[in-house]
Each structure stands twice: as C-alpha cells, then as structure tokens.
C-alpha cells in the first residue's frame, strides 16, 4: 500500500503540475528537454500504479485461497522482491522508449 501510495503522490506532485500547464496555455511551456523527462516520469508513475494495484490484488488473492500457506508463501522478502520488480518493470517500460 505505501508504494501504491508513493506512485499516486509523484503522479500528484511531478505529472499533474505540467500537464496542468499544458492544459492552460495550449503548449509547452517549459524548456524542451524537460518534456521528454515529464513524459517518461508521467508514464512511470501511472504504470507503478496500476501494476502496484496488480499486485495488491494478486496478494489478496493469495490470502483468500490458501490462508494457512499465505505467511511461508508471502514473505517480507519476497514481497520486497514484488515492490522492486514493480517499479523496474514500469521505469523500463518508461525510461528505455523514450
């Protein structure tokens, strides 16, 4: 839930300033270079997020079906493992296009 949290804040904080810039004037309005940067940030906040809800759901499903094994499957560990994969998974999808 905090990386979920943490990918909707930098959605909030880094995206959403911009983009509300763009919507005013109708352009770009900050230097060049820096929409390239924005757009990749804006694409890997929002994929964090989405994959991070991903994993939420994959985690209470886990819980639902086989409660007395979730505690040796679901580890700190692990869990860990899926925070980091989630968002080196959206930065690749991000960062390396653009």
Do not use: E, H
């Amino acid at each position: 839930l905090v990386s979920l949290f943490m990918s909707d804040l930098m959605v909030g904080l880094v995206v959403m300033p911009p983009a509300m810039l763009n919507q005013l004037y109708g352009r770009w309005v900050l230097r060049g270079d820096f929409c390239s940067l924005w757009a990749s940030f804006d694409v890997m906040c929002c994929s964090a997020s989405i994959l991070n809800l991903c994993v939420i759901s994959l985690d209470r499903y886990l819980l639902i079906t086989s409660p007395l094994r979730y505690k040796l499957r679901m580890t700190s560990c692990r869990a860990l493992a899926l925070i980091v994969a989630t968002w080196t998974l959206a930065a690749l999808a991000s960062f390396l296009p653009i």
